[in-house]
């Protein structure tokens, strides 16, 4: 079976995640768009945003290595083009995130297929692909970092999120479960 829909921004103009909502009530969106079109918005989970960017440094860092004559990808992102922009309707929840490098084109791939229920057949998964450059790759592992940071703070203790009206903390108490 084939998927459902699946479609290609290349290049994308540009790349972002972003999450809207209060601390511990956070939706997560990546989003990318090319040219004058609507942009493309998926429905991502933090620990996904938070894998995604440490994996990007990671893949970016093989890369590098693999092509020594490469200049370095730039870090720098500009807060206020990072964040996603209307309208926010998700195409899918995403259920996969994969990369890769094309040499040729010295471009990147975000892919993101997705999350289907048991009863779907995996093969019907929309998929989409982001193609970007190397720089707008490490600036969105960046941003990333730091929007999935902006959650609520850790509790000292147990290191479980702290609510902002109260933490029930099991290290206090002397219940570990």
Known sequence: MPPRFEFDLDPCEHITA?????PGQRVFYMQAWEKS????TLLIEKAQLQSLAIGIEQFL????????????????YNELVMHIHPPVDPLFRVGEIGLGYDQGRDRAVVILRELLTEEEDPE?????????????????SRWGA???SRGRPLCPQ????????GHFCPKKNGHLH
């Open 18 to 22: 972003d999450a809207i909502g209060q």
């Open 37 to 40: 079109e609507p942009p493309a």
């Open 61 to 76: 860092a093989d890369v590098a290595r693999q092509n020594p004559d490469l200049p370095e990808a730039s870090p720098d």
């Open 124 to 140: 019907a998964a929309a998929v989409a692909r982001f193609w970007c450059t190397r720089s707008q790759l490490r600036a969105l």
């Open 146 to 148: 730091e929007i999935a």
């Open 158 to 165: 147990c290191g479980q999120p702290m609510e902002p009206e």
